[in-house]
């Protein structure tokens, strides 16, 4: 077999290929054979009959195509090797010609993965993001905390801010009732804006027994009418003042588990800076990321970015389902058309194949190591994500085929770790602060055991051999 490789552009070739005769002949025999196995001739044995009987009754031209269609992935997948091409998706492949006489000649136009030196790592320099704690923050949260466990008492007077009211509800539209909107016996926070707006304008002022209407639109994500005129009719039954309990040890011990006021404050601050500090990390790997990929320019093969495209459109599909809404509709809610969205969809998809192309190739070149544990762990991630036993997420990717897909997300997240490891990094919380706040394993703590009680579970996924791939999709049934 002779092999030849013409480049049409960085990612894109087309692959000749040139099949002696003999081997075309033997795959058209093959044909046969299989086709005798298939068919009753009178006088012959199953599987036994002659070709030229067999070419006479179904014609030459089908067992020629059945041939075809079974050698020619055979000798393409053996040119790919030969030629050693990584391809990326599959070929556009124009015959020249088939058969025992001349052999075979056919063409396949094919697009790779780029080839490109990754940039150097080192060096990044970036600046931690902000991650003070406002004291306004930690006294709303303890304020929250104060509405919990606050006393609603039935008061004679009107309404106000910040009152508890009971009503009943009723919505028209086009002067019919709406059914699935009516509420009775609706316990309402006044200035909450949990109905529409102009409900809280309306009803400060009105007292128990008030009956009154107000028109105003319905909900943007109000499935079918959202956005649409209305009028709302509210009956008040009564209006209730609400308590908060004084900020003392008393509450402290009532509303938590620590002894005074200062502990749960210091609780709650240092929740809000655990917090805080885990986004700055999350938005400092992005902000390294984009650095380092704008270092380099990639050819982007075409095919990887329309298959991301389409993976966002059908998970917009299944959201709109899930809402028993149509797809319009979703995106209106977010103020978006389809143009919009598909176009936004495609810069994301671009960024995301430069991000896994840029990943890997650094992977290769840093020769990121693959520990079966990080599988372990990567499935109980995605168990935990998903709430389910992690055993039976293995069982999914097993199903899918989709081990290759877990493996490529691993290593990519292990070298975005490593960029992120050798950046240049300006501020940021202290390590004792992050082992204070449990973000960072302490380890004058660390205890080194030889019983493996520290693994992760066992789990049983067939095939772990198998090196990154990109082109599975791991599904968890019920989950977007």
């Not at 093959?30 to 067999?54: D, H, S, W, Y």
């Not at 986004?279 to 990639?298: C, S, T």
């Not at 950046?423 to 940021?428: E, K, T, W, Y």
């Amino acid at each position: 077999m002779k092999t030849s490789v013409e480049t049409l552009d960085p990612v894109k070739m087309k692959l000749t290929v040139e099949v002696e005769p003999k081997r075309v002949k033997q795959a058209i025999d093959k044909a046969a054979r299989e086709l005798a196995k298939q068919v009753n001739i009178p006088g012959f044995r199953p599987g036994k009959a002659p070709r030229r009987l067999l070419e006479q009754r179904f014609g030459e031209g089908a067992i020629v195509n059945a041939a075809m269609e079974d050698a020619l992935s055979d000798y393409y997948a053996e040119a790919l090797r030969e030629e050693e091409l990584d391809v990326v998706a599959q070929p556009e492949v124009d015959v020249e010609v088939f058969d025992e006489a001349e052999g075979a000649r056919f063409t396949a136009t094919v697009e790779v993965r780029p080839t490109f030196d990754p940039p150097d790592h080192t060096g990044i320099g970036v600046t931690f993001p902000d991650h003070e704690i406002d004291e306004d923050d930690v006294a709303e949260q303890l304020n929250n905390l104060r509405e919990r466990f606050a006393e609603v008492d039935e008061v004679d007077r009107a309404a106000e801010k910040g009152d508890m009211v009971t009503l009943d509800l009723t919505v028209e539209i086009d002067g019919e009732l709406l059914e699935d909107a009516n509420v009775e016996d609706a316990f309402y926070e006044v200035g909450s804006e949990g109905v529409t707006p102009k409900l809280d304008e309306e009803i400060v002022g009105k007292s128990a027994g008030d009956t009154f209407s107000y028109d105003d639109e319905m909900p943007e994500g109000y499935p079918e009418h959202g956005g649409k005129p209305a009028t709302f009719n509210v009956h008040v039954k009564d209006v209730r003042a609400k308590t908060l309990p004084d900020l003392d040890d008393d509450f402290a011990t009532t509303a938590s588990a620590f002894d005074t006021i200062d502990e749960l404050r210091q609780d709650i601050r240092n929740s809000l800076l655990r917090r805080k500090i885990q986004e700055a990390q999350h938005d400092l790997r992005g902000r390294i990321l984009e650095a380092y990929l704008a270092r380099v320019e990639v050819p982007l093969p075409e095919s990887m970015v329309d298959s991301e495209v389409q993976a966002r459109l059908d998970q917009l599909e299944q959201q709109a389902t899930q809402y028993g809404m149509d797809v319009d509709a979703v995106l209106a809610a977010e103020g978006m058309t389809q143009e919009e969205y598909e176009e936004n969809a495609r810069k994301q998809a671009a960024s995301g194949v430069k991000a896994q192309l840029v990943l890997d190739a650094l992977s290769q070149e840093l020769s990121i190591d693959l520990d079966p544990s990080d599988i372990d762990q990567e499935i109980v991630r995605h168990a935990q994500s998903n709430q389910m036993p992690p055993q039976e997420i293995a069982n999914i990717i097993q199903q899918q085929g989709s081990l290759p897909m877990l493996i490529g997300d691993i290593m990519r997240r292990k070298t975005i770790d490593a960029i992120v490891e050798a950046a240049d990094v300006d501020g940021g919380p202290s390590d004792e602060q992050l082992i204070e706040l449990g973000l960072k394993e302490d380890p004058d703590a660390a205890v080194s055991d030889d019983d493996g009680d520290d693994e992760a579970p066992g789990l049983i996924v067939p095939g772990q051999e198998d090196g990154p791939d990109t082109e599975a999709e791991l599904i968890v049934p019920g989950k977007d």
